[in-house]
């Protein structure tokens, strides 16, 4: 069964960069479509983005598009979300998560499979 992990968290300045890592264990990630998903105090956990099967990714948050990335790195099934120019809006704990098989989706009930978080602050 697929377990994942997140780390990478931190305090960051606004206009500062962060690399989040998923990391996958217990079985191959290649089957699994991924994806981030974050929640910011106060607010409903909200898809970002996500990579399918294919290696197609998809945005679903348009106040990080050009700013987040999303690259599947199979030989060490991980994932990563590379976030640049943070803003303090962009604060929240951070989650990946997996479905087996099937499209990606931006609905947080579509995945089977969720890691613990990770904590993002953006302060000055």
């Known amino acids: 069964q697929l377990r994942l992990v997140e780390s990478g968290g931190g305090l960051v300045q606004p206009g500062g960069s962060l690399r989040l890592s998923c990391e996958a264990s217990?079985?191959?990630?290649?089957?699994?479509?991924i994806a981030w998903f974050r929640r910011a105090p106060g607010k409903e956990r909200e898809g970002i983005i996500c990579?399918?099967?294919?290696?197609?990714?998809?945005n679903y948050l348009d106040s990080v598009t050009g700013r987040f990335s999303m690259l599947r790195d199979k030989a060490k099934n991980t994932v990563y979300l590379d976030m640049n120019n943070l803003k303090p809006d962009d604060t929240g704990a951070y989650f990946c998560?997996?479905?087996?098989?099937?499209?990606?989706?931006?609905?947080?009930?579509?995945?089977?499979?969720w890691g613990q978080g990770t904590q993002v602050s953006v302060s000055s």
């Open positions: 990579t399918s099967l294919t290696g197609g990714v998809y």
């Open positions: 998560a997996g479905r087996h098989y099937g499209g990606c989706s931006g609905d947080e009930r579509w995945y089977e499979v």
């Open positions: 217990g079985t191959a990630m290649e089957p699994y479509v």
